[in-house]
């Protein structure tokens, strides 16, 4: 007859691996705020601001140049789609799946920021 499988087993991934620490001069120059850690603090701050820049000015230009470009050009107002006026579906429907999108666009680049800005204090 068939015996059952073999028990297996299964473990999580290795927690005691050897983890190579963050050189003790850079914790050292974040810790007391010296010159060397205050250029990597506002390094990773500009580049965080730098992406919430980017992601609120195409917000702006999108919210804010949809109501302009239909009040410079009327046509717009006029138009339907599946039975509602353009500016209702842009504004009231894609709007928010935008914002969704925008705001996983922001946290992916703002994670990435972090782990650019760890490696970097890894390799001093």
Known sequence: MNEPPRRVRVTGPRTAAVRRQPGRQTLRALDEQDVVGELLIRSLMRAQLTLALRV???F??????????????????????????????????????????????YVRGAERNERDFVDLVDRR
Request: charged fraction near 5%; glycine fraction near 14%.
């Open 56 to 58: 609120a000015l195409v």
């Open 60 to 105: 702006g230009v999108f919210l804010g140049g949809f109501p302009l470009l239909c009040a410079l050009i009327p046509a717009t107002t006029r138009v339907d789609v599946a039975g509602l006026p353009l500016p209702w579906l842009v504004l009231g429907v894609l709007v928010y799946p935008s914002l969704l999108a925008g705001g996983w666009f």
